[in-house]
C-alpha cells in the first residue's frame, strides 16, 4: 500500500517532494507561459486537480481490485500449485516496481508526464482487457489461458509502474509557485483517493469473484473485467480534463545523470590503477574529469544513504506475502463471523484500513508519548521496530500455520498409501490384511472412522490380500492398492451375503475453503440427486459410490432425491469449510431419505479472526518501516537528488518481491517452515541493518552544500593570490 511519512516530516512535505519523483528541479530559462487552469469555486486550486484525483481513485481501485485475486485466480483457474502461483504473484509485483524508472525516464527525457499519462495508460487497459477476456473459461484451452493472462500482467505492470511517478508529479505541476499550501492540501486528498481507492477494492473485488458465480464457477472474469472498467473510466476522465492542464516540457532525468556520473568514476579508475597515479579521497572523485564538484558531492551523499537500503528488500519480501501466502492461509480458515462470510482474499482489506488507522494514532500519541519518555527514538531505530514487528507477524504466521496442519491429511510419500474401513452392515465385523498389523478392534456397524491407517508397500502397486470376519464366517477379497493414494474400505450386505469394495478417497483438503461430498447408494434402485438447484449426480444401485462434488460451505437441506417409487426430500445438513463428507443413503421411509453422514477430511477448524494479530503487527511495521524511511532518507540528500532515492526506494520493493520468487521456487518447504525462514532472515537482517546504522551519522544536505560552497570560494581565492604572487615575481 502507498503511504506518505510520518513523525519527523509532515505528509504534505514528502508529496511536495514527490512532485520532484524521478526528475531534477525545473531548469532555469524560458518556457512559454503556461495558462491558468480555472479554479474550483473561487479558491486557489485549480479545476484540472479534480480530474486527477478521481483518475488515481479509479487506477489505484483497478490495481488493488485485480491483484486482490490474482493468486487464488492461479491456484483455482490454471490449477498451479501454490508455490508457482506465489511465484508467478510476486514476478508480476516485481516487475511493477522495476517498470516506474522506465516510465520516469520517458516522462522527463522524451514525452512530457502528460503523454507519458496517455499512452502507458492505454497499455494499462489494454492489459485489462486481455487479462479479463483470458479469464472466460469458454475461451480456448489452459495454454490460451495462460498467454492471454501472462501477456495482460506485463502490460499492467508497464502501465502501472510506468505511470507511478507521473501522476502525483503532474498533479503538482498545476500549482502556481506561491500557492504551496494548497499544493500541500492537495497531495493529502491525492493520498486519500490512493487508499481509498486500496480499501474499497480489496473488499469488493473478491466478492465479485466468489459470491457471483458465471461459467457455472467463481467468476474470475468479472472480478477481473470491474477493474479493467476502473481504468477505462481513469483514463475518461484524465482526457477529459485535457484542456484544463498545465504542461511541462520534458526536463531531463537526474536518475540517468547520477548512473552516469557513477559508471565513469568507475571506469575512470579501473583505468588507473597504477601506483604512480595519486589516490583520491573518495572513489567519486574520478568523475572529477567530467563532472562538476557540485553534482559529484551530491551523488556522494545520494551514495551513504543507498547504502542503508541494502538491507531494506527483506522487509518488503515479507509485507507483499500479504496477498500471496497469507491468501492461501487464509483459504484453510474458518471464514464464518456470523453475519458474514468473509472470502479468503478479503483478509487483505485489513492493511489499509489499519494504515488509515495507525497513522493519525502513532504521530499524534505514541512518538509524542516515546518522545515525553526521554527515549531517542531516531529514525533507524524506528526501521529497525519496524522489521520486527515484520518478523513477529510471520512468527505469528507460522503457529497459526502448525494448527491449521493438524485438520490436514497426513503428506504421503512413495511406497506409501492410507486406508480406512466404513462398515455399512448391520453387525460388528473384524478386518485383517494379511502381513499388515492393522484394524485391531472389530469395526462397529455405522461406526465413525477413526484416523487413516498407513500401508507400506512393496512398490509402486502391491495386490493385498482382506479377509472380513462376520458372524463367524470369513470371507477373502483382493485388492491392488497404490502408492500415494488414500482408500476407504466399504463393507456392506448385497442379497443376503457380506460383500466389500475398495473406493479412492481424497488426498488433500479441497481447494479455497470448498466442501467435498460424495454418495454411496445403499438402496436396491438407482437414485437421482438434486444439492441444489445446479447441482445432480446419479448414483447407481447397490452401493455404488458418486465422485466427490465441490460445494460453497452452507447447509444443504432442500435437496431431491428422486428414485423409482418417487421423490423425497433430502437433507444433508451443514457442509463445513475445507472437509470432505461420504454420505449413505440408507433407506426411504415418511417421504424423506435417511442417510449417514461420514467427515472424510476435518473440517478448518482455525478461524480467519486469528490472522487479524499478525495484519495488526505487520501493518503497525508498515508504519514504522515504509513512512520513516522515506522521509529520513529524504532528509540526508540534496534537493536535487530526491528522486534518485525514490528511485533506490522502489527498487527495494522489487528486490524484495524477487527473494520470495527464489524461494517459493528453489526451495519448497513446508508452509510453516518457509514462515519461520523468512522471520530468522528478516531478524538477522534486522541486525545488520541497525549495525549499520549506528555507525551512520546523520548530516543536513543544505550545511554539507553551505560548508562545500565555502571551500570553494576559499579555493578560488587562494588560487587568486597565487597568481598574483606569480605576476610580481
Given at each position: 500500500?502507498?503511504?506518505?511519512?510520518?513523525?519527523?516530516?509532515?505528509?504534505?512535505?514528502?508529496?511536495?517532494?514527490?512532485?520532484?519523483?524521478?526528475?531534477?528541479?525545473?531548469?532555469?530559462?524560458?518556457?512559454?507561459?503556461?495558462?491558468?487552469?480555472?479554479?474550483?469555486?473561487?479558491?486557489?486550486?485549480?479545476?484540472?486537480?479534480?480530474?486527477?484525483?478521481?483518475?488515481?481513485?479509479?487506477?489505484?481501485?483497478?490495481?488493488?481490485?485485480?491483484?486482490?485475486?490474482?493468486?487464488?485466480?492461479?491456484?483455482?483457474?490454471?490449477?498451479?500449485?501454490?508455490?508457482?502461483?506465489?511465484?508467478?504473484?510476486?514476478?508480476?509485483?516485481?516487475?511493477?516496481?522495476?517498470?516506474?524508472?522506465?516510465?520516469?525516464?520517458?516522462?522527463?527525457?522524451?514525452?512530457?508526464?502528460?503523454?507519458?499519462?496517455?499512452?502507458?495508460?492505454?497499455?494499462?487497459?489494454?492489459?485489462?482487457?486481455?487479462?479479463?477476456?483470458?479469464?472466460?473459461?469458454?475461451?480456448?484451452?489452459?495454454?490460451?489461458?495462460?498467454?492471454?493472462?501472462?501477456?495482460?500482467?506485463?502490460?499492467?505492470?508497464?502501465?502501472?509502474?510506468?505511470?507511478?511517478?507521473?501522476?502525483?508529479?503532474?498533479?503538482?505541476?498545476?500549482?502556481?509557485?506561491?500557492?504551496?499550501?494548497?499544493?500541500?492540501?492537495?497531495?493529502?486528498?491525492?493520498?486519500?483517493?490512493?487508499?481509498?481507492?486500496?480499501?474499497?477494492?480489496?473488499?469488493?473485488?473478491?466478492?465479485?469473484?466468489?459470491?457471483?458465480?458465471?461459467?457455472?464457477?467463481?467468476?474470475?472474469?468479472?472480478?477481473?473485467?470491474?477493474?479493467?472498467?476502473?481504468?477505462?473510466?481513469?483514463?475518461?476522465?484524465?482526457?477529459?480534463?485535457?484542456?484544463?492542464?498545465?504542461?511541462?516540457?520534458?526536463?531531463?532525468?537526474?536518475?540517468?545523470?547520477?548512473?552516469?556520473?557513477?559508471?565513469?568514476?568507475?571506469?575512470?579508475?579501473?583505468?588507473?590503477?597504477?601506483?604512480?597515479?595519486?589516490?583520491?579521497?573518495?572513489?567519486?572523485?574520478?568523475?572529477?574529469?567530467?563532472?562538476?564538484?557540485?553534482?559529484?558531492?551530491?551523488?556522494?551523499?545520494?551514495?551513504?544513504?543507498?547504502?542503508?537500503?541494502?538491507?531494506?528488500?527483506?522487509?518488503?519480501?515479507?509485507?507483499?506475502?500479504?496477498?500471496?501466502?497469507?491468501?492461501?492461509?487464509?483459504?484453510?480458515?474458518?471464514?464464518?463471523?456470523?453475519?458474514?462470510?468473509?472470502?479468503?482474499?478479503?483478509?487483505?482489506?485489513?492493511?489499509?484500513?489499519?494504515?488509515?488507522?495507525?497513522?493519525?494514532?502513532?504521530?499524534?500519541?505514541?512518538?509524542?508519548?516515546?518522545?515525553?519518555?526521554?527515549?531517542n527514538f531516531t529514525p533507524i531505530r524506528k526501521m529497525a521496530t519496524g522489521m520486527i514487528l515484520a518478523g513477529m507477524a510471520f512468527g505469528l504466521a507460522a503457529i497459526v500455520e502448525i494448527k491449521i496442519n493438524e485438520t490436514d491429511m497426513p503428506r504421503l510419500v512413495p511406497e506409501e498409501s492410507l486406508i480406512r474401513v466404513l462398515n455399512l452392515a448391520k453387525n460388528p465385523v473384524q478386518v485383517t490384511i494379511q502381513g499388515r498389523d492393522l484394524f485391531q478392534q472389530p469395526v462397529e456397524a455405522f461406526q465413525n472412522p477413526t484416523e487413516y491407517s498407513k500401508l507400506i508397500l512393496n512398490?509402486?502397486?502391491?495386490?493385498?490380500?482382506?479377509?472380513?470376519?462376520?458372524?463367524?464366517?470369513?470371507?477373502?477379497?483382493?485388492?491392488?492398492?497404490?502408492?500415494?493414494?488414500?482408500?476407504?474400505?466399504?463393507?456392506?450386505?448385497?442379497?443376503?451375503?457380506?460383500?466389500?469394495?475398495?473406493?479412492?478417497?481424497?488426498?488433500?483438503?479441497?481447494?479455497?475453503?470448498?466442501?467435498?461430498?460424495?454418495?454411496?447408494?445403499?438402496?436396491?434402485?438407482?437414485?437421482?440427486?438434486?444439492?441444489?438447484?445446479?447441482?445432480?449426480?446419479?448414483?447407481?444401485?447397490?452401493?455404488?459410490?458418486?465422485?466427490?462434488?465441490?460445494?460453497?460451505?452452507?447447509?444443504?437441506?432442500?435437496?431431491?432425491?428422486?428414485?423409482?417409487?418417487?421423490?423425497?426430500?433430502?437433507?444433508?445438513?451443514?457442509?463445513?469449510?475445507?472437509?470432505?463428507?461420504?454420505?449413505?443413503?440408507?433407506?426411504?421411509?415418511?417421504?424423506?431419505?435417511?442417510?449417514?453422514?461420514?467427515?472424510?477430511?476435518?473440517?478448518?477448524?482455525?478461524?480467519?479472526?486469528?490472522?487479524?494479530?499478525?495484519?495488526?503487527?505487520?501493518?503497525?511495521?508498515?508504519?514504522?518501516?515504509?513512512?520513516?524511511?522515506?522521509?529520513?532518507?529524504?532528509?540526508?540528500?540534496?534537493?536535487?537528488?530526491?528522486?534518485?532515492?525514490?528511485?533506490?526506494?522502489?527498487?527495494?520493493?522489487?528486490?524484495?518481491?524477487?527473494?520470495?520468487?527464489?524461494?517459493?521456487?528453489?526451495?519448497?518447504?513446508?508452509?510453516?517452515?518457509?514462515?519461520?525462514?523468512?522471520?530468522?532472515?528478516?531478524?538477522?537482517?534486522?541486525?545488520?541493518?541497525?549495525?549499520?546504522?549506528?555507525?551512520?551519522?546523520?548530516?543536513?544536505?543544505?550545511?554539507?552544500?553551505?560548508?562545500?560552497?565555502?571551500?570553494?570560494?576559499?579555493?578560488?581565492?587562494?588560487?587568486?593570490?597565487?597568481?598574483?604572487?606569480?605576476?610580481?615575481?
Open positions: 500500500m502507498e503511504i506518505p511519512p510520518s513523525g519527523d516530516t509532515p505528509p504534505t512535505r514528502f508529496f511536495e517532494t514527490c512532485c520532484r519523483y524521478f526528475r531534477d528541479d525545473p531548469p532555469k530559462g524560458d518556457f512559454p507561459v503556461q495558462k491558468k487552469s480555472p479554479k474550483l469555486c473561487g479558491s486557489n486550486y485549480p479545476l484540472s486537480i479534480a480530474f486527477i484525483v478521481v483518475n488515481e481513485f479509479c487506477e489505484r481501485f483497478s490495481y488493488y481490485g485485480m491483484r486482490a485475486v490474482l493468486t487464488l485466480y492461479f491456484l483455482s483457474f490454471f490449477h498451479w500449485d501454490e508455490n508457482l502461483s506465489t511465484a508467478v504473484y510476486h514476478a508480476f509485483s516485481a516487475l511493477c516496481y522495476f517498470t516506474p524508472v522506465i516510465g520516469a525516464i520517458m516522462a522527463d527525457s522524451w514525452l512530457g508526464k502528460y503523454k507519458t499519462i496517455i499512452y502507458l495508460s492505454i497499455v494499462y487497459v489494454v492489459g485489462h482487457l486481455i487479462k479479463s477476456v483470458g479469464a472466460i473459461p469458454s475461451l480456448g484451452n489452459q495454454v490460451v489461458h495462460v498467454i492471454l493472462s501472462m501477456v495482460g500482467l506485463f502490460l499492467i505492470a508497464l502501465g502501472t509502474g510506468g505511470i507511478k511517478p507521473c501522476v502525483s508529479a503532474f498533479g503538482g505541476d498545476q500549482f502556481e509557485e506561491e500557492h504551496t499550501s494548497e499544493r500541500s492540501k492537495f497531495f493529502s486528498i491525492f493520498y486519500l483517493s490512493i487508499n481509498a481507492g486500496s480499501l474499497i477494492s480489496t473488499f469488493v473485488t473478491p466478492v465479485l469473484r466468489g459470491d457471483v458465480k458465471c461459467f457455472g464457477e467463481d467468476c474470475y472474469a468479472l472480478a477481473f473485467g470491474v477493474p479493467a472498467a476502473l481504468m477505462v473510466l481513469a483514463l475518461v476522465v484524465f482526457i477529459a480534463g485535457s484542456g484544463l492542464y498545465r504542461k511541462t516540457p520534458p526536463q531531463g532525468n537526474v536518475l540517468l545523470e547520477v548512473c552516469k556520473c557513477i559508471g565513469f568514476a568507475i571506469k575512470n579508475r579501473l583505468k588507473n590503477r597504477s601506483r604512480q597515479i595519486p589516490k583520491r579521497d573518495h572513489w567519486l572523485d574520478w568523475a572529477s574529469e567530467k563532472y562538476s564538484k557540485q553534482l559529484i558531492g551530491e551523488v556522494k551523499m545520494v551514495t551513504r544513504v543507498l547504502f542503508l537500503f541494502i538491507p531494506l528488500p527483506m522487509f518488503w519480501a515479507l509485507f507483499d506475502q500479504q496477498g500471496s501466502r497469507w491468501t492461501l492461509q487464509a483459504t484453510k480458515m474458518n471464514a464464518d463471523f456470523g453475519i458474514y462470510i468473509l472470502q479468503p482474499d478479503q483478509m487483505q482489506f485489513l492493511n489499509p484500513l489499519l494504515i488509515l488507522v495507525f497513522i493519525p494514532i502513532f504521530d499524534l500519541w505514541l512518538y509524542p508519548l516515546i518522545n515525553m519518555c526521554k527515549f512398490g509402486e502397486h502391491q495386490n493385498l490380500h482382506f479377509t472380513l470376519q462376520h458372524q463367524g464366517s470369513p470371507l477373502a477379497f483382493n485388492y491392488t492398492v497404490k502408492e500415494k493414494s488414500v482408500y476407504s474400505l466399504i463393507v456392506f450386505e448385497a442379497e443376503g451375503s457380506l460383500s466389500s469394495r475398495l473406493i479412492t478417497d481424497l488426498e488433500a483438503k479441497p481447494e479455497n475453503g470448498l466442501a467435498a461430498v460424495r454418495f454411496i447408494n445403499g438402496l436396491s434402485q438407482d437414485v437421482n440427486l438434486t444439492i441444489d438447484s445446479k447441482r445432480f449426480i446419479a448414483v447407481q444401485k447397490n452401493y455404488s459410490a458418486s465422485e466427490y462434488s465441490l460445494l460453497e460451505r452452507d447447509k444443504y437441506n432442500n435437496g431431491k432425491c428422486i428414485t423409482e417409487t418417487g421423490e423425497f426430500t433430502l437433507e444433508l445438513g451443514l457442509l463445513d469449510f475445507g472437509a470432505s463428507y461420504t454420505i449413505v443413503i440408507t433407506n426411504v421411509s415418511g417421504g424423506a431419505v435417511k442417510t449417514w453422514k461420514s467427515e472424510d477430511i476435518k473440517a478448518n477448524n482455525v478461524h480467519m479472526a486469528w490472522q487479524l494479530p499478525q495484519y495488526v503487527l505487520i501493518s503497525a511495521g508498515e508504519v514504522m518501516f515504509s513512512i520513516t524511511g522515506l522521509a529520513f532518507s529524504y532528509s540526508q540528500s540534496p534537493a536535487s537528488m530526491k528522486s534518485v532515492l525514490q528511485a533506490g526506494w522502489l527498487l527495494t520493493v522489487a528486490v524484495g518481491n524477487t527473494l520470495v520468487l527464489v524461494v517459493a521456487q528453489a526451495a519448497p518447504m513446508a508452509q510453516w517452515a518457509e514462515f519461520v525462514l523468512f522471520t530468522v532472515l528478516l531478524f538477522a537482517v534486522c541486525v545488520i541493518f541497525s549495525i549499520m546504522g549506528y555507525f551512520y551519522v546523520s548530516v543536513d544536505p543544505e550545511d554539507l552544500e553551505e560548508k562545500e560552497e565555502k571551500r570553494e570560494t576559499l579555493s578560488r581565492g587562494n588560487t587568486i593570490n597565487l597568481v598574483t604572487q606569480k605576476t610580481k615575481l
